[in-house]
Nanobody, 117 residues
Framework: QVELVESGGGLVQPGGSLRLSCAASGTIFSVYNMGWYRQAPGKQRELVARITTRGFTDYADSVKGRFTISRDNAKNTVYLQMNSLKAEDTAVYYC???????????WGQGTQVTVSS
């Protein structure tokens, strides 16, 4: 069983920055992808960014150039650096871990990000 613990959400003004962290604990296999998803009120959950076990990244068009995903394999932790935040970035952000060998997904509890003046 894997537990994902997220931190770093909060209230920030437009143009500001936040850094989200997600630490995985439990039985961790060597090959896994991690990512960040978000869900705003009245909308479906969408992919924000993902990173493979070897560091290959992919971003949603809406966040390219503003957000950066990274990981520390020694700590089983993934980060999301969010810069130049906009009001439309307001959502609950969820951390995801996927074991490639098992095709098994785990999700964090979600952390609220609110961008408002």
């Amino acid at each position: 069983q894997v537990e994902l613990v997220e931190s770093g959400g909060g209230l920030v003004q437009p143009g500001g920055s936040l850094r989200l962290s997600c630490a995985a604990s439990g039985t961790i296999f060597s090959v896994y992808n991690m990512g960040w998803y978000r869900q705003a009120p009245g909308k479906q959950r969408e992919l924000v960014a993902r990173i493979t076990t070897r560091g290959f990244t992919d971003y949603a068009d809406s966040v390219k150039g503003r957000f950066t995903i990274s990981r520390d394999n020694a700590k089983n932790t993934v980060y999301l650096q969010m810069n130049s935040l906009k009001a439309e970035d307001t959502a609950v952000y969820y951390c995801n871990l996927k074991f490639l060998t098992l095709s098994t997904d785990y999700w964090g509890q979600g952390t609220q990000v609110t961008v408002s003046s």
